[in-house]
C-alpha cells in the first residue's frame, strides 16, 4: 500500500509572495501518477497539476510547478506570485496507474492562507 | 466538459433511516466511479470503486452490506448508506474516470459532495 504524507498543516504568505508545499510518499509501484489538488471553502476538489512518475521533466501550469524527485520520493508544489484566490486546503494525492481503474491516495493536506 | 453532479447535496435523516447519494457523469461517459468519505478538517479517504456492470470494490474497513453501491449505467453511480448512524455523518465526495475522452485517461473528475448529517 502507498501513504502520502504532507508535513505542514498550515501554510501563510504574503499576497505576491511564492511559497512551496511539501509532499512524500511511499510506494513499491514504478509506474504512478501524482497530483495535486485544491479544495476551496465549496468543498469542490480542483486539480491544480499533475505528474506521471515515468516523466523525468517536472510539470508546470501557469503559476504552479512541481519539484518531483523520484529517487527520494518527493513532490513539492510551488505556487508563483499567489493571490488571494489560492486560499484553500492542498492536498496531495497519489494513483497507481497499472493498467486498471484505481482510486487515489490523498495526504492529510495543507491550509494554505493568502494575506492580503 | 467532464461535469460529475451529486444529488443531493445535503441531507439530514434519522438513525435507523437509508438515504441514497446519487453520482451522474453529465457530459461523458464513466466505466469506474470511486466514492470518497471526507470528515471534517480531515482528508478524503476512498471508500469503494464503482465499476458499470459489475459489484463495487469496497476498501478495507469499510462495510460492505451498509454502503451500498451500485453503478447501473455509464452515467450514474449510486451510494445508499443503509440504517445510518450519527458516526456516519460525513462528507462524501464521489468521482468518475472518463471513458470517451473527455479528459486525460487516467483523470478523476469530482462531484461537488454530499453532506450527510444523521440526528
Known amino acids: 500500500a502507498q501513504t502520502v504524507t504532507q508535513s505542514q498543516p498550515e501554510m501563510s504568505v504574503q499576497e505576491a509572495e511564492t511559497v512551496t508545499l511539501s509532499c512524500t510518499y511511499d510506494t513499491s509501484e514504478s509506474n504512478y501518477y501524482l497530483f495535486w489538488y485544491k479544495q476551496p471553502p465549496s468543498r469542490q476538489m480542483i486539480l491544480v497539476i499533475r505528474q506521471e512518475a515515468y516523466k523525468q521533466q517536472n510539470a508546470t501550469e501557469n503559476r504552479f510547478s512541481v519539484n518531483f524527485q523520484k529517487a527520494a520520493k518527493s513532490f513539492s508544489l510551488k505556487i508563483s506570485d499567489s493571490q488571494l484566490g489560492d486560499t484553500a486546503m492542498y492536498f496531495c494525492a497519489f494513483m497507481f496507474s497499472g493498467g486498471g481503474a484505481d482510486g487515489l491516495t490523498f495526504g492529510k493536506g495543507t491550509h494554505l492562507i493568502i494575506q492580503p | 466538459g467532464a461535469v460529475v453532479s451529486q444529488h443531493p447535496s445535503r441531507v439530514i435523516c434519522k438513525s435507523g433511516t437509508s438515504v441514497k447519494i446519487e453520482c451522474r457523469s453529465l457530459?461523458?461517459?464513466?466505466?469506474?466511479m470511486f466514492w470518497y468519505r471526507q470528515f471534517p478538517k480531515q482528508s478524503l479517504m476512498l471508500m469503494a470503486t464503482s465499476n458499470e456492470g459489475s459489484k463495487a470494490t469496497y476498501e478495507q474497513g469499510v462495510e460492505k452490506d451498509k454502503f451500498l453501491i451500485n453503478h447501473a449505467s455509464l452515467t450514474l453511480s449510486t451510494l445508499t448508506v443503509t440504517s445510518a448512524h450519527p458516526e456516519d455523518s460525513s462528507f462524501y465526495i464521489c468521482?468518475?474516470?472518463?471513458?470517451?475522452?473527455?479528459?486525460?485517461?487516467?483523470?478523476?473528475?469530482f462531484g461537488p459532495g454530499t453532506r450527510l448529517t444523521v440526528t
Open positions: 457530459d461523458f461517459q464513466a466505466t469506474t
Open positions: 468521482s468518475a474516470l472518463s471513458l470517451d475522452g473527455g479528459g486525460p485517461r487516467d483523470e478523476q473528475y
